[in-house]
């Protein structure tokens, strides 16, 4: 699951249009980052989810977000604006992340533990939801 971060910014300043534009650039750029096999959807906004098939678990996973997150935090050139974003990232792995695709999260999760970092773009576990795991 890819959040990015300061897109808000981006729509509110620049417009929809340099919104939808920097969307779509966006689009392109995780496509690239990712095998032909490889699944990417804009789920709304501007979140995506990116299904990466046969990955060589959480370390192959992690190695996959890292290479997302560098490409996010190159410059966006939108017509006559340039826009900088950065992206949060969770990783959930089945089966050890949810015993199904449809696994909900527990009616009372534990308290989140703190955080290695805090903010956009930073490196934290979140363990309000065992089926996922934030790593930047």
Known sequence: FLDLDRFK???DTLGHAVGDRLLKEV????????READTVSRQGGDEFI???SDVAGPKGAAHAADSVLHTLEQEFVLGEHIAHISGSIGIAMFPADG???????????????????TGEGRDKQKRGAPHLRVVK
Do not use: F, K, Q, Y
Not at 27 to 34: W, Y
Not at 99 to 117: K, L
């Open 9 to 11: 910014t981006v729509n």
């Open 27 to 34: 689009a392109g750029r995780l496509v690239h980052c990712v």
């Open 99 to 117: 015993e199904g695709g449809a696994t909900p999260p527990p009616s009372e999760p534990p308290p989140d533990e703190p955080a290695s970092g």
């Open 50 to 52: 990116i299904m990466l």
